[in-house]
C-alpha cells in the first residue's frame, strides 16, 4: 500500500525556516516524480513545487522562488521541503504528493506549517 | 499571472446532473493542460477523480467524467448522490513544470 507521511510542520516566527520532510513506502520511491501541494482555507490547494525522479529538474510556484527548496534522498525515501524567509502568507498545510501519469495519485495527510509571531 | 477559473459554488438534486468547469482567466483550456479533477471533503485529502481531461482514476465510479467544453474542462456527475457532497478543484498543466489549481467548487447536493 502506498503510504505518504509528512513531518517537520509547527509554529514559526515570519522570516524563520523549517524543514518539512515526507516519507515515502509502498512504491519504488525513486521511479516517480514527487510534489509539494498546499491548502489554506482562503486561497484553496495551491501546486508548490516538483522534483524529477533523480532530483535533477526541480520547479517552483513563483511565490517561493529563492526561498524555498525540494530536494529528495531516493536511499531514505524522503522527499523534503526546506523553507527559509517564512511569510504569513506560507501558512498552510502541506501535502507531498506522488505524480504519476499526470495526475498526483497518491497523497499524505498533510504536516501544518503556522507562520505568526 | 493565470488564474484558473472554477464556480465557487454549485448545487444540485440527488440523481440530477451537474457539470462543473474549469476555465483560464486568458485564454482557452485544451488536452495539452492535462486538466485533472480532485475530490475534497473535510478533513481529507485530496482524491483523483479524472486526470488528462478524461481519464478515470482507479475506483471512481463512472457517474463522474471529464471532457472539454468550449474553451473550458468540465466536470460532469451524472446520477448526483448525496456523498458526492464534496469541494472540488481542478488543476491545469501551464508548461514548464508548473501546474495551476483552480479556486474550487463547493457542490452541495440538495
Known amino acids: 500500500e502506498v503510504q505518504l507521511v509528512e513531518s517537520g510542520g509547527g509554529l514559526v516566527q515570519p522570516g524563520g525556516s523549517l524543514r518539512l520532510s515526507c516519507a515515502a513506502s509502498g512504491f519504488t520511491f525513486s521511479s516517480y516524480w514527487m510534489i509539494w501541494v498546499r491548502q489554506t482555507p482562503g486561497r484553496g490547494l495551491e501546486w508548490v513545487a516538483s522534483?524529477?525522479?533523480?532530483?535533477?529538474?526541480?520547479y517552483y510556484v513563483d511565490s517561493v522562488k529563492g526561498r524555498f527548496t525540494i530536494s529528495r534522498d531516493n536511499a531514505k525515501n524522503s522527499l523534503y521541503l526546506q523553507m527559509n524567509s517564512l511569510r504569513a502568507e506560507d501558512t498552510a498545510l502541506y501535502y507531498c504528493?506522488?505524480?504519476?501519469?499526470?495526475?498526483?495519485?497518491?497523497w499524505g495527510q498533510g504536516t501544518l506549517v503556522t507562520v505568526s509571531s | 499571472q493565470t488564474v484558473v477559473t472554477q464556480e465557487p459554488s454549485f448545487s444540485v438534486s440527488p440523481g440530477g446532473t451537474v457539470t462543473l468547469t474549469c476555465g483560464l482567466s486568458s485564454g482557452s483550456v485544451s488536452a495539452s493542460n492535462f486538466p485533472g479533477w480532485y475530490q475534497q471533503t473535510p478533513g481529507q485529502a485530496p482524491r483523483t477523480l479524472i486526470y488528462?481531461?478524461?481519464l478515470r482514476s482507479s475506483g471512481v465510479p463512472d457517474r463522474f467524467s471529464g471532457s472539454i467544453l468550449g474553451n473550458k474542462a468540465a466536470l460532469t456527475i451524472t446520477g448526483a448522490q448525496a456523498d458526492d457532497e464534496s469541494d472540488y478543484y481542478c488543476v491545469l498543466y501551464m508548461g514548464s513544470g508548473i501546474w495551476v489549481f483552480g479556486g474550487g467548487t463547493k457542490l452541495t447536493v440538495l
Open positions: 504528493a506522488r505524480w504519476w501519469e499526470a495526475h498526483f495519485d497518491h
Open positions: 522534483i524529477k525522479k533523480d532530483g535533477s529538474d526541480k
Open positions: 488528462s481531461t478524461s
